[in-house]
């Protein structure tokens, strides 16, 4: 079998055949059983590239770790560029990073609703690569293009919702917060 880039090899290096998993309902748990163990085996990391015998693991160095960081940023611009919901959502995070820290709660309350704030850009960024990577697939209208971009969507709302929900259960008039910003407010 001709090797090509991210051919699978087994430890005695020869060529895996591609995985084809049966429906299903034909499967009986002991079979299941049997094909995780036996993928779980294989070293999923010993990917060879069509310049390399060895099958060795990708080394990291300080030049690619600051290559991915270099990507990271060139990502980030780029949603920052050509995303108006990403802008709008760094707007919205910008606003109320500062409004968590003067807020007179402890640090941990602090860290947990910015944290929440982060989370909706991290889910944004992960609904826009899905978004452009379907709409480069697929260009034309399809309902399976259509759901996975819904449901794309629908995290970045459940990632707002968990927000909410965070900042209320936080800012609760029952917690105190309201009393010390009015202590604060009359000093």
Known sequence: MPRGPGRLKSESGAALKPFRAPHRAQLKP??????????????LFRVTSAN??????????????????????????AALKHEPSF???????VLLVPLAIILPVN??????????????????LINSAIEWTIDYLRPEIHPLAKRVKDMASAAVFMAYV??????????????????????????
């Open 52 to 77: 390399s015998d060895s099958g060795e693991l990708k080394r990291r160095s300080v030049r690619n770790f600051f290559a991915s960081v270099k990507f990271a940023i060139d990502g980030f611009f």
């Open 87 to 93: 802008r709008e959502d760094i707007i919205f995070v």
């Open 107 to 124: 640090a941990v309350s602090t860290a947990v609703m910015i944290s929440s704030l982060f989370l909706i850009i991290v889910v944004e």
């Open 30 to 43: 002991r079979e299941i059983a049997a094909s995780v163990s036996a993928f779980l085996s294989v070293s």
């Open 162 to 187: 968990n927000c909410i929900f965070v900042w209320v259960v936080l800012l609760w008039p029952s917690n105190g917060v309201w009393d010390r910003v009015e202590e604060w407010m009359l000093q």
